[in-house]
């Protein structure tokens, strides 16, 4: 289970940029443009070879930053990220051995849902803070307020087609804790260096974050 300290870090900062780095050489210079636009966390995907120690840069130089690790499929997988100081794991799907796996190791586990009988499976496993995944493809907004109103204490965090065109929407919904999403930290921009344009998308992100939950 989530604690609620936790939960209040995701709902203040309201959008949980999702990384995946090609190489950690730049995860300094991410973190440090995430940090200055105003979005002191990240789920680190384990999409990427470089998620291990993307996850030791970012706690190393930002100790504020709330770092998770996201794409988490396996146990071992799951290990690994806590050994290098990830504090929550997020996953695209809701496997009980992984999720049994986090939750016995003590940490917060995030899996992906996108049905009710999936709400069920990780409602059963004691979570009822779930990543709603793929959100857009799976009907968006309009599907987790059908979806919220037999499972009254079930939040969620969409993610997967958000952007800064539909988050305020999302971050309306009092179900809704956080966004994560991509939009702010796009592959390219990060291989051409344009740390600036993270930042400058950060801050328009953190924005939108202020104006629905000042
Ligand atoms: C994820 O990893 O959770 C999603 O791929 C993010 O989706 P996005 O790229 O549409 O933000």
């Known amino acids: 289970m989530i604690t609620s300290e936790l939960k209040d870090r995701f709902y203040k900062t309201g959008v949980i940029p ?19 636009g105003g979005l ?18 970012l706690k190393k130089e930002f100790p504020e930053m709330l770092v998770g690790a996201g794409t988490v499929l396996t146990a071992e997988q799951a290990d690994r990220a806590i ?22 190791k003590g940490y917060p586990m995030t899996p992906g849902i ?18 709603f995944f793929p959100a857009e493809a ?3 907004l309009p599907m987790i307020k059908a979806l919220a109103g037999p499972y009254v204490n079930v939040s ?16 309306s919904y009092n179900k809704i804790v956080c966004c994560g999403g991509t939009w702010m930290v796009k592959k390219d ?20 974050v202020k104006s629905i939950r000042g």
């Open 18 to 36: 999702v990384i995946a780095l090609d190489d950690a050489k730049d995860a300094a210079s991410l973190g440090e443009a995430l940090m200055k």
């Open 40 to 57: 002191p966390a990240a789920e680190v995907t384990f999409r990427t070879s470089a998620a291990v120690n993307t996850i030791k840069t």
């Open 156 to 171: 969620f965090m969409p993610t997967g087609g958000v952007s800064a065109k539909n988050l305020a929407d999302y971050l």
């Open 83 to 104: 050994e290098a100081g990830a504090e929550f794991i997020v996953a695209p799907g809701c496997n009980p051995k992984v999720v049994k796996h986090v939750l016995e």
């Open 189 to 208: 921009l990060v291989t051409e260096g344009r740390f600036d344009e993270i930042e400058k998308l950060s801050r328009e992100a953190a924005d939108i």
């Open 138 to 140: 799976n009907g968006g």
């Open 114 to 131: 996108a049905t009710a009988s999936e709400i069920e499976m990780a409602l059963d496993l004691g979570i009822d803070f779930v990543k």
